[in-house]
Antibody, heavy 120, light 111 residues
């Protein structure tokens, strides 16, 4: 059974940093692209970043470029999101997501999410 | 403002058929990128409902179907049930923005 379990969320002040982790199990982690998708309270879904199988390709939504960094450790079956210079508008539930492996990028499995709150 | 446009809400009575539209542009759906649909029940993570325009993952009832034509796509739900009350999101890729894009979401209300 595919499982994605996020951790690391919490309350952080504006300008602060946070590192999210996602523990993957139930599939061959190093053969999948992985993504982070977020959802602000009461709002829709927003793709944040993704990373290829060996970590050599990374892509970000414009609003987080230069502030967030996605990475992975295939030996630990783990995905990470380092978030620096956090802003109030980064407040959201962050989901770890496995790539759908289709012609167009998508998600076939989601974690349960971890809440990040940026507030003073 | 989302790149993919969905109606904020749709409603229908049990047993009825409803459709949810997803309108894009020539840099996403019109450029040949497929659309995927997700269902998000209240307080839970999204779940893949339809992938690559019209394919259902294992376990998704055949009451759910999808289609795409040009710059638009739609999700149809037949035999509406109370447990279908949820938020639904379309998703694709935009070549101008070089990002994965979601619709703003549609709340389905079962009357």
């Amino acid at each position: 059974e595919v499982q994605l379990v996020e951790s690391g969320g919490g309350l952080v002040q504006p300008g602060g940093s946070l590192r999210l982790s996602c523990a993957a199990s139930g599939f061959t982690f190093n053969t999948y692209w992985m993504s982070w998708v977020r959802q602000a309270p009461g709002k829709g879904l927003e793709w944040v970043a993704n990373i290829n199988q060996d970590g050599g390709e990374k892509y970000y939504v414009g609003s987080v470029k230069g502030r967030f960094a996605i990475s992975r450790d295939n030996a630990q079956n783990s995905l990470y999101l380092q978030m620096d210079s956090l802003r109030a508008e980064d407040t959201a539930v962050y989901y770890c997501a496995r790539d759908l492996r289709a012609k167009t990028p998508g998600v076939d499995y989601w974690g349960q999410g971890t809440l990040v709150t940026v507030s003073s | 403002q989302s790149v993919l446009t969905q109606p904020p809400s749709v409603s229908g009575a049990p047993g009825q058929r409803v459709t949810i539209s997803c309108t894009g542009s020539n840099s996403n759906l019109g450029a040949g990128y497929d659309v995927h649909w997700y269902q998000q029940l209240p307080g839970t993570a999204p779940k893949l409902l339809i992938y690559s325009n019209s394919n259902r993952p294992s376990g998704v009832p055949d009451r759910f179907s999808g289609s795409k034509s040009g710059t638009s796509a739609s999700l149809a739900i037949t035999g509406l049930q109370a447990e279908d009350e949820s938020d639904y999101y379309c998703q694709s890729y935009d070549s101008s923005l070089s990002v994965v894009v979601f619709g703003g979401g549609t709340e389905l209300i079962v009357l």
